[in-house]
């Protein structure tokens, strides 16, 4: 089953979620971070959304967030996360700072691309136990429709460069590389997709 995230799911999605992680900065921030931040606020954000899938037992399988207006979003998203980056790590500056850096590098490489109006596929996870059975394929069909239906006409997202799978997922689902970029040695793609000939 397909359906919108409830409050409730947050708990489900960060495991799923730091389970999958790899050279991404929120594996640095630990599972509480992902809980009582990360989900939360991106759930309450404008235009943002988060679809999971779920089987008939009540079993969270994995999970699509995106956003209809990535540049309004952003900005809500981004200052909440560095409020949350000071209010966890205070205690241990050197850290946040690090944060900090490798969070507002990864904004500079993104706003050099005209990307202000797009939506966006901001993260997808499938839990380990539940892979290969096309629940990625479905959840990236479910945003695309969600865009869709919002009105939005052009979607990006960024992905590990290596993440073979990953790419083959989203190019089977017509994105194509716009560039690649790296942060802090690790290389990364960003890809777009025209939702709209108009």
């Known amino acids: 089953m397909i359906r919108y995230m409830k409050p409730s799911d947050a708990y489900e999605l960060a495991k799923i979620k730091m389970a999958s992680l790899q050279h991404n900065i929120f594996s640095k921030m630990g599972y509480e971070f992902l809980e009582k931040f990360y989900f939360m606020q991106f759930y309450s954000a404008p235009d943002g959304f988060i679809i999971v899938s779920e089987q008939e037992s009540g079993i969270i399988e994995g999970f699509v967030a995106g956003s209809a207006d990535y540049g309004r979003q952003s900005r809500y998203v981004n200052l909440q996360l ?28 993104l706003s050099n691309v005209e990307l202000k109006k797009y939506g ?6 499938v839990s ?3 892979r290969g059975r096309g629940i990625g394929s479905l959840l990236t069909e479910s945003l695309i429709d969600e865009l869709r239906a919002r009105g939005v006409k052009n979607c990006y997202l960024t992905c590990i460069e ?3 799978n990953a790419m083959s997922l989203y190019k089977k689902h017509g994105f194509v590389v716009s560039h690649t970029y790296d942060n802090s040695g690790v290389k990364w793609a960003l890809l777009t997709l025209r939702l709209s000939n108009t």
């Open 82 to 109: 560095l409020y949350a980056l000071i209010k966890c790590f205070a205690r241990n500056p050197l850290k946040m700072l690090k944060l900090m850096f490798l969070l507002t590098h990864d904004w500079g490489h």
């Open 120 to 125: 966006r596929l901001c993260s997808l996870a």
């Open 128 to 130: 380990k136990e539940h």
């Open 162 to 164: 290596d993440n073979y």
